[in-house]
């Protein structure tokens, strides 16, 4: 579970430290790169990362750059960050899946 929660994290990392930020299309592009594709694989050099060090090489491997938009705020990151764990553990799906099956506006 604790790989899952990284997914959160990160959510949660971004959503209070970038407010003026899309935290949206953060966990959008996020769910869908190879950063957290090495996570789903359990690669534990990623896996291992807390939210700060994840934000700071999901930033460098995937040349992302925050979009200027609405943070999402309160219970929410972290809501959907819980909700995207228990899906991924329940159903053993990839995060690509996931977003797919279930998207952010669902």
């Not at 990284?6 to 190879?34: G, L």
């Not at 807390?50 to 609405?70: P, V």
């Not at 959907?80 to 899946?97: D, H, L, P, R, T």
Request: proline fraction near 3%; hydrophobic fraction near 35%; charged fraction near 25%.
């Amino acid at each position: 579970m604790m790989l899952l929660k990284a997914k959160e994290n990160c959510s949660i990392f971004v959503s209070q430290n970038y407010p003026e930020k899309d935290t949206s299309d953060f966990i959008n592009t996020y769910m869908t790169s190879k950063t957290r594709e090495s996570i789903d694989q359990g690669k534990a050099y990623v896996s291992t990362m807390n939210a700060s060090e994840l934000w700071d090489y999901f930033q460098q491997t995937e040349h992302y750059h925050l979009k200027n938009g609405k943070a999402l705020k309160g219970f929410i990151p972290d809501w959907i960050g819980e909700f995207y764990a228990y899906y991924q553990w329940f159903y053993n799906v990839s995060s690509k899946e996931i977003i797919k099956e279930v998207p952010l506006d669902f």
